[in-house]
């Protein structure tokens, strides 16, 4: 059986679907389907929506009200849980790392990292390596990797709580998804917490930094000013801090059985 792609699509304007035509032909032969969930502002555009749901591939969980971030995401990978078999492979991602890994130079890693996983290997998360770190503004690297020191404090594990691609088997999805509480990007974090005693973890560089690329801006230039943005520091805090949060109240409740 081939795994399955689950990402959430959010595209109101349509501008990523050309980026998704692209790489199209390669998920339909690494992939068996997509489970996907366009938010409410993205099912209103009634030509992008057509041409997905004539499309076998993609199996679609429509939101009808907008939820916030981590409700809509937890809305998805529930529903892909619960009608996937329980020993599907399920690849978490975002369409904009997948399009920025397939359309350049990392294709071939990619799609080898893809086609070699098995059942044993997971739950898994691709992790940024060094190189693909050093492309991203620092204000990113020194926030998210924040979160992951206070991991590695509490738990001994080095993981990227905020990560980009997971790995995870249907089944044990199931069973983590109603553990998951927070409504914003912070319940990512809820879910490695549930699953890192036995989670694994490969650092890959085709998740450096996809902005750029997809904005068609010089990648330099791009970073200096993401470095300089106070509202980009006011972004990532707004997750960052209750991931924080969620680690120490993790930590406390295991010390307490």
Known sequence: MLPSLVFPYNDPEGTMLPHLQAILPDLKVHFGRAYIC????????????????ADDFFTIFPLDRPMPVGEHFAHLYLNAALIAQPDEILHLAYIDRLSFALEGDYREQFLAEVDSLTLEALPLIFQRSPAAWATHPQNYARLEGFVTQIGEQLFGKSLDYGWCHLVVRAGELKEVMPKVTHAGLSMVAEMVLQMQHHLQTREVDWLAWEDPFLMGRDPLEMKAEREQSLDEYEKRLSYCLPMVEALAQFSKSRNLK
Do not use: D, G, S
């Open 38 to 53: 366009p938010p409410l502002n993205t099912r209103q555009n009634i030509t992008l929506m057509a041409q997905l749901e």
